[in-house]
């Protein structure tokens, strides 16, 4: 039998949706959801699998024009998997309809992708009955879905899957997603920290596990919220370290929830000094680094 099998990359501004329709798409809680902007740091991958065909889905940073060095390598993972995909999602609220093309939120020179399709999000919030759809430029055709209520996801998906290059399964159909459990875990832990901590303070941090011990039971995972000011680390404990608690109690029910397992999970917090426009600091989490110098 014939198989299919490609990279379909999410593309558009801050929330857009892209994570929202991930984890729709998936069936699970893989990537981070917030109200607040610019949650997706590090591309997170999954995986839609059926007997023919595999969809490599990938959900990178909404594109928007950075102003230090943490944005800078987040635009910069964002471009590299918009060019490295076989076909490119590229989303639009439909309430703010219709969408621009998507070449216009590109940096200059940046090759916009061959194959895209439009798709128009949280179509649920637009009352009444989906209106005709504008093809933006550069898109083969335009759909409406909402991650909330399932409209418009099976004919995404049929119309993903005939857009997929002929070819072998690349990973194992059982799984979900491509990532280590490390990643989810440090990802659990800041999505916790952005629904507990208010205004500015959660994009201030950053989450590295120390340790991920999955042979013991309960799972043993010790984590590191750094922050870039001495003035930040009481906040994100709380008083009485209410905060951290929270925030852990938040993370461990959802890793429980993915392993099927119990988790004991230990938190610190620390200071990394300006860490969002600190290479070294970018580096140890795992984000690819821009050659431009920080301003």
Known sequence: MTTRCGIVALAGRPNAGKSTLLNALVGEPLSIVSPKPQTTREPVRGLISDDASQIILVDPAGLLDPAYQLQRAMLHAALATIADADLVLYLHPLPDGPAPAL??????RTRAPKRQLAVYTKADLR???VPPLAVPDGAEAALAVSAETGQGIAELLAAVRERLPSGPFLYDPDDLGTQPLR???A???REAAFAELEQELPYS????VDEFRESETPVYIRATLAVERDSQKPIVLGKGGRT???IGTAA?????ALLGRRVRLELWV???PKWRRDPAALARLGLPLTPEKDA
Do not use: H, Q
């Open 103 to 108: 070449a216009s939120l590109l940096p200059e």
């Open 127 to 129: 009352p009444g009955r």
């Open 183 to 185: 990643f989810f875990a």
């Open 187 to 189: 990802e659990y832990v």
């Open 205 to 208: 941090v950053a989450v590295a």
């Open 244 to 246: 951290i608690k929270a």
């Open 252 to 256: 461990r029910l959802r890793l429980e």
């Open 270 to 272: 620390t200071v990394w």
